[in-house]
């Protein structure tokens, strides 16, 4: 896995970018009660907004980590929005994307460098 500074962590799978935010992101935002995800098949480039989160705390904004094109998302947080507190890191995956510039990887941090980063 990699991790931004932004909180959000990107794992490959089958030739695409899996994406998600951190256990400590998600408690930092508190009960997540809404989430709203993008359209598959739309172009993406990094820093987009691509996700909203409503929780009981706030309301934030997932941005796209890279340039690329989402391919999927993961339709069960709309019905089942506190997966993310549930399980950040798994099964509450935001959205997949094929990445169009794999140099853009080179910036994130790993799992080491994030924790020192949250520290």
């Known amino acids: 896995m990699k991790f ?3 909180h959000e962590w990107l794992r490959e799978e089958d030739g ?3 994406v998600g935010i951190t256990i ?3 408690e930092q935002l508190g009960d997540v009660v809404f ?3 993008p359209d598959e098949g739309i172009t993406v480039s990094k820093d987009d907004e691509v996700v909203v989160i409503e ?3 706030a309301a934030s904004d997932i941005l796209a980590p890279v340039d690329g094109v989402i391919t999927e998302v993961n339709s069960a947080l709309t019905d ?3 997966m ?6 798994g099964e509450a995956w935001f959205f ?3 990445i169009s510039d794999p140099e853009q990887m080179a910036d994130f941090m790993d799992e080491a460098a994030y924790q020192k980063f949250i520290g």
Do not use: R
């Open 55 to 57: 929780s009981v705390k």
């Open 84 to 89: 993310v507190n549930d399980d950040p890191q």
């Open 16 to 18: 695409e970018m899996v």
């Open 4 to 6: 931004t500074e932004e």
């Open 80 to 82: 089942n929005p506190g």
């Open 96 to 98: 997949k994307m094929k």
């Open 35 to 37: 989430v709203e995800l």
């Open 24 to 26: 400590h992101a998600a």
